[in-house]
Nanobody, 121 residues
């Protein structure tokens, strides 16, 4: 069974930094794109950043220049380095990955359980 496990959330003051990690484990044949989403109270879940297996990256405008997504393919892990954090970055951050499970012909989207990031002013 495939699962994504996130870590690294917490409470930080405005202007501070946090690094999120998300490790995929289980019977995995291959991983395509991986990404980070976030959901603030009362709002829809939104994409923050994504990275392909070839390490091409994509960011939404509100995090460009502040957040950096990276991945270690050998460890099936994706990271999100968040700098210059703002109170409006407060949300639950979710990891997402498109994975081909071992023994399957179908790619599937998997989600982590979410990690809370709170930025105080």
């Amino acid at each position: 069974q495939v699962q994504l496990v996130e870590s690294g959330g917490g409470l930080v003051q405005a202007g501070g930094s946090l690094r999120l990690s998300c490790a995929a484990s289980g019977s995995i044949l291959s991983i395509d794109a991986m990404g980070w989403y976030r959901q603030a109270p009362g709002k829809q879940r939104e994409l923050v950043a994504a990275i392909t297996s070839g390490l091409s990256t994509n960011y939404v405008d509100f995090v460009k220049g502040r957040f950096t997504i990276s991945r270690d393919n050998a460890k099936n892990t994706v990271y999100l380095q968040m700098n210059s954090l703002k109170p409006e970055d407060t949300a639950v951050y979710y990891c997402n990955a498109r994975i081909l499970p071992s023994g399957s012909s179908w790619w599937r989207d998997y989600w982590g359980q979410g990690t809370q990031v709170t930025v105080s002013s």
